[in-house]
């Protein structure tokens, strides 16, 4: 049974750049594969995707299915204005926030390459904006999945923070995990909803995925 058949759904995966000249970036990490496991479960559910997908690994992927639209993005201003963009059109019913977005980005850009050869380099750094803190100003008819990764935190901390940020941003269910719980398909998380049950606990990344959507369907 295809529980979310011709729902349109729109996925951010991967890192966002920031950069600090023209040949170097602040980056993170990860590299997305949690989203393209998302977009191509949610294909297999019967919905239309948008998958919004960063630099890494899958940079170069291409979608051969009609229902799986894959849009490639670089840096964090690239990603900013494609959610915008997208979210306004008022045609999704989803938005799965899974991307690794900078959460800094250096206040001043050097034009040209900084040169080697420094004893010392500072770069000062502010506050991106919170894209996620956005989506439901853009259209508060979406149904928001969000995610929040902290490091070796507790299980209690962790929901704490987790239920805290989902309801700053109006998410309607929150991923949590923690680092140390993430390697190769292992991958531990809470899916927590607004009355801050946890609904689930997995330890796979595609179990997480599965019942990522059982969840979904149901709150729907």
Known sequence: MKTLKNKKILISAGPTWVPIDKVRVITNIFGGTLGLLIAKEAVKQGAKITLLMGPGPY???????KKLKVIHFKYFEELYHLM????????????????????????????GKIK????????KLKPT?????????????IFLVKFKLEVNVSKKELIEKAYK?????NADLMVANDLKHMKGEKQKAFIIDRKKEIIYCGEKKRGIVKNLFKIISKKL
């Open 59 to 65: 940079s170069l992927f291409k979608s051969k299915n």
């Open 84 to 111: 915008r963009k997208e979210i306004s059109s008022k045609k999704y019913d989803i938005v799965i926030h899974s991307a690794a977005v900078a959460d800094y980005v250096p206040i001043k850009f050097y034009e």
């Open 116 to 123: 080697s050869g420094k004893k010392n380099l500072v770069i």
């Open 129 to 141: 904006i919170k894209i996620v803190d956005q989506i439901k100003k853009w259209d508060p008819k």
């Open 165 to 169: 940020s989902m309801l700053f941003s």
